[in-house]
Nanobody
């Protein structure tokens, strides 16, 4: 079992910044990657960014490239998402997720999820 706890969501005006953090606990020794997903009302959950745990290779969705930065601290077992130049369309619940087995960063490959943190960007 892996437990994930997110923090850092909130409300911000367009152009502002937020930093999300996720702390992992439990059986984290077999982690291949961590990801940040988001889900807006009425929409499917989508991968925003991912990072491989050992090598730190990163992935970003086109919608956030150049604005969001993912990072991880292996010692503290945390993964963060720095979100800059936020837009109203970034408004969503953001979820941290754990991936155990190597492979493509697709939603079905993630096995543990946090409870989510809300991000609201006003225009």
């Amino acid at each position: 079992q892996v437990q994930l706890v997110e923090s850092g969501g909130g409300s911000v005006q367009a152009g502002g910044s937020l930093r999300l953090s996720c702390v992992a606990s439990g059986r984290t020794f077999s982690t291949y990657a961590m990801g940040w997903f988001r889900q807006a009302p009425g929409k499917e959950r989508e991968l925003v960014s991912g990072i491989t745990w050992n090598y730190g290779s990163t992935y970003y969705a086109d919608a956030v490239k150049g604005r969001f930065t993912i990072s991880r601290d292996k010692d503290k077992k945390t993964v963060a998402l720095q979100m800059n130049s936020l837009k109203p369309e970034d408004t969503a619940a953001y979820y941290c997720a754990h991936m155990k087995a190597p492979g493509a960063l697709v939603i079905n490959a993630f096995d543990y999820w946090g409870q989510g943190t809300q991000v609201i960007v006003s225009s």
